[in-house]
């Protein structure tokens, strides 16, 4: 059974940004938009960069290399939604900001469309 990590406390990730954390084998990047956290795997299917280092808005993280989008509440890429990175469940405990990372093994939430 998949456990929550801690990965960082509330008031790491600057407001607007994300940063990308390694948990349970994988780079999860993490995303603060007005205190609302959100999860998704952090390379971008097209070349590998970390989406983490992209540019966030209105819940999309920009891809810093060649501008893919992709939407940070379910990973799904904004020019063709059946591409998608997978997603992670994210928790508060007290001031801990927490992933749930399935083992390698299982698929995340489920997601079978991710693109290679």
Request: hydrophobic share 40%; aromatic share 10%; with cysteine.
């Given at each position: 059974?998949?456990?929550y990590h801690t ?9 607007g ?6 948990v349970?084998?994988r ?40 501008a ?7 990973g799904s890429?904004?020019d ?5 990175v997978?997603r ?21 939430d ?6 290679s």
């Amino acid at each position: 059974m998949a456990e929550y990590h801690t990965v960082a406390k509330v008031g790491d990730i600057p407001d607007g940004q994300g940063i990308a954390y390694a948990v349970n084998g994988r780079m999860v990047a993490v995303f603060n938009q007005a205190g609302v956290y959100e999860a998704i795997d952090d390379f971008c299917p097209h070349m590998g960069a970390s989406l983490a280092g992209g540019y966030v808005e209105d819940g999309v993280v920009i891809c810093p290399w060649h501008a893919w989008r992709f939407k940070t509440c379910d990973g799904s890429w904004c020019d063709n939604p059946s591409i998608r990175v997978d997603r992670f469940d994210v928790r508060l405990q007290g001031d801990d900001i927490q992933i749930c990372v399935p083992d390698e093994a299982s698929p995340a939430d489920g997601d079978s469309g991710s693109a290679s």
